[in-house]
């Protein structure tokens, strides 16, 4: 890798690791409930939480489109800023309003994910796309990871309270930022600049043209939207994607707060937590089995319904013994075996809508199959922990996940009994 280019790498993987470095999240539910915010475990998540999500829902699309149109690198910037405002506002502020701001701008951090991880191609040579993928990749999961055995470690043997980890997270998140600083703004983009900033962009649109560019980049999306979606394939893999990964954003978002109920009812404190070291097991062990995929066996084209069905059948029967339980041990056991089988089959799903799809559109997908999935659970929070909806418990909250997966399982499963009984001969339309 040249020169130029192994610095643009080094920089994203230290982005990519210091904004992943958030000790506070594994207690996050710990800090706003305790003495420091002292807001109610009713309040956090029938209100404070379901702001985040609905905050990211909204400005997902925006991203998505200011990210190829402004040429990636000031959305980049604007998103490690929100993530320095988000944890300044939870780290010093101490009203209410201020929780919820945070929750806005946290939702501005989650958007930009998507500048950070399509940036590295517009700035590199396609030669080095799976290597930088792979390394970005890492440093995310080993971000995540440490960052949680330095939490547990902290809180289980320093005496640390869970408001000094909120100091280090914003430590982190503004190197995270120095570092979006220094990266190269992208000459062109997928889309709506396309070619190089040379003589002729800066000579400008032909005459009566000055619309161009916007109306040529929209053409474009929609092209490749109708490629990827008209794929009967990549449908199926996408639809369950955005499903699961919903679950997955419910469980990682609220798992905190069913952990933080449980030990009110055995009357216990947060040191009897090990939130931290669920949350780097589970990190560690997806990202181990999303490495191993790359030496699986292919034909999924003829496993894939059964594979899902299976998936989620087993995440509905997790989630529904961490309804029940009154064991904080059986509850995290259940919440590493979900991350860990999540990444193994997600990590089958990219891989197979990416093998389907046209050259540089796979940022387009991942955008609106988010999208979708915040869309669900959007739909999941107003009306299952919303005062305007049903307000349910937490553990009744976990119920109606584990039911939502095992509708969707059993969903996939039929598809694979009637495609292995009636239709052995039918094949998928893919994109080439």
């Given at each position: 890798?040249?020169?130029?280019?192994?610095?643009?790498?080094?920089l994203?993987?230290?982005?990519?690791?210091?904004?992943?470095?958030r000790?506070?999240?594994?207690?996050?539910?710990?800090?706003?409930?305790?003495?420091?915010?002292?807001?109610?475990?009713?309040?956090?998540?029938?209100v404070?939480?379901?702001?985040?999500?609905?905050?990211?829902?909204?400005?997902?699309?925006?991203?998505?489109?200011?990210?190829?149109?402004?040429?990636?690198?000031?959305?980049?910037?604007?998103?490690?800023?929100?993530?320095?405002?988000?944890?300044?506002?939870?780290?010093?502020?101490?009203k209410?309003?201020?929780?919820?701001?945070?929750?806005?701008?946290?939702?501005?951090?989650?958007?930009?994910?998507?500048?950070?991880s399509?940036?590295?191609?517009?700035?590199?040579?396609?030669?080095?796309?799976?290597k930088?993928?792979?390394?970005?990749?890492?440093?995310?999961?080993?971000?995540?990871?440490?960052?949680g055995?330095?939490?547990?470690?902290?809180?289980?043997?320093?005496g640390?309270?869970?408001?000094?980890l909120?100091?280090?997270?914003?430590?982190?998140?503004?190197?995270?930022?120095?570092?979006?600083?220094?990266?190269p703004?992208?000459?062109?983009?997928?889309?709506?600049?396309?070619?190089?900033?040379?003589?002729?962009?800066?000579?400008?649109?032909?005459?009566?043209?000055?619309?161009?560019?916007?109306?040529?980049g929209?053409?474009?999306l929609w092209?490749?939207?109708?490629?990827?979606?008209?794929?009967?394939?990549?449908?199926?893999?996408?639809?369950w994607?955005?499903?699961t990964?919903?679950?997955?954003?419910?469980?990682?978002?609220?798992?905190?707060?069913?952990?933080?109920?449980?030990?009110?009812?055995?009357?216990?404190?947060?040191?009897?937590?090990?939130?931290?070291?669920?949350?780097?097991?589970?990190?560690?062990?997806?990202?181990?089995?999303?490495?191993?995929?790359?030496?699986?066996?292919?034909?999924?084209?003829?496993?894939?319904?059964?594979?899902?069905?299976?998936?989620?059948?087993?995440?509905?029967?997790?989630?529904?013994?961490?309804?029940?339980t009154?064991?904080?041990?059986s509850?995290?056991?259940?919440?590493?075996?979900?991350?860990v089988?999540?990444?193994?089959?997600?990590?089958?799903?990219?891989?197979?809508?990416?093998?389907?799809?046209?050259?540089?559109?796979?940022?387009?997908?991942?955008?609106?199959?988010t999208?979708?999935?915040?869309?669900?659970?959007?739909?999941?929070?107003?009306a299952?922990?919303s005062?305007?909806?049903?307000a349910?418990?937490?553990?009744a909250?976990f119920?109606?996940?584990?039911?939502?997966?095992?509708?969707?399982?059993?969903?996939?499963?039929?598809?694979?009994?009637?495609?292995a009984?009636?239709?052995?001969?039918?094949?998928?339309?893919?994109?080439?």
């Open positions: 890798m040249p020169g130029e280019q192994a610095r643009i790498a080094l994203l993987c230290l982005v990519g690791f210091l904004k992943e470095f000790p506070s999240k594994p207690f996050g539910v710990a800090y706003m409930t305790g003495p420091v915010l002292n807001i109610s475990t009713t309040q956090v998540d029938e404070v939480l379901p702001m985040r999500t609905y905050s990211y829902m909204s400005l997902l699309v925006v991203s998505l489109l200011l990210t190829d149109f402004l040429r990636y690198k000031p959305v980049l910037v604007v998103g490690a800023l929100a993530g320095v405002s988000t944890y300044s506002l939870l780290t010093f502020g101490r209410f309003e201020l929780v919820i701001l945070a929750q806005c701008t946290h939702g501005i951090f989650m958007a930009s994910e998507v500048a950070y399509t940036y590295m191609y517009t700035r590199l040579d396609k030669a080095h796309y799976q930088i993928t792979s390394l970005t990749r890492t440093a995310l999961l080993l971000g995540r990871a440490l960052s055995f330095l939490a547990q470690a902290l809180i289980s043997t320093t640390a309270r869970p408001y000094h909120f100091y280090i997270t914003l430590a982190c998140e503004v190197g995270a930022a120095a570092c979006a600083c220094l990266l703004r992208a000459a062109r983009s997928l889309y709506f600049n396309r070619r190089s900033s040379g003589a002729a962009t800066k000579a400008g649109p032909p005459p009566g043209r000055t619309s161009g560019p916007c109306s040529e929209l053409r474009l092209a490749d939207f109708q490629a990827a979606f008209t794929s009967s394939y990549v449908l199926k893999w996408s639809m994607w955005a499903f990964m919903c679950g997955f954003f419910q469980l990682t978002t609220y798992c905190k707060v069913l952990w933080k109920v449980m030990t009110q009812e055995t009357n216990e404190t947060y040191t009897s937590l090990y939130n931290g070291v669920a949350e780097a097991l589970g990190t560690t062990a997806g990202a181990v089995v999303s490495l191993s995929c790359g030496w699986l066996g292919g034909g999924w084209y003829q496993r894939a319904d059964l594979l899902l069905g299976v998936c989620s059948l087993l995440h509905g029967f997790l989630l529904y013994v961490s309804s029940i009154s064991s904080l041990t509850s995290y056991i259940c919440y590493v075996a979900f991350v089988s999540y990444h193994l089959v997600i990590t089958i799903a990219t891989s197979e809508v990416a093998r389907n799809i046209t050259d540089d559109s796979y940022g387009l997908v991942f955008g609106v199959n999208f979708l999935a915040l869309v669900i659970q959007s739909v999941i929070a107003m299952v922990q005062p305007a909806g049903l349910l418990p937490v553990r909250q119920a109606v996940y584990a039911g939502y997966h095992t509708v969707l399982g059993l969903v996939y499963t039929i598809i694979a009994f009637f495609t009984l009636f239709m052995k001969d039918y094949k998928y339309t893919v994109t080439c």
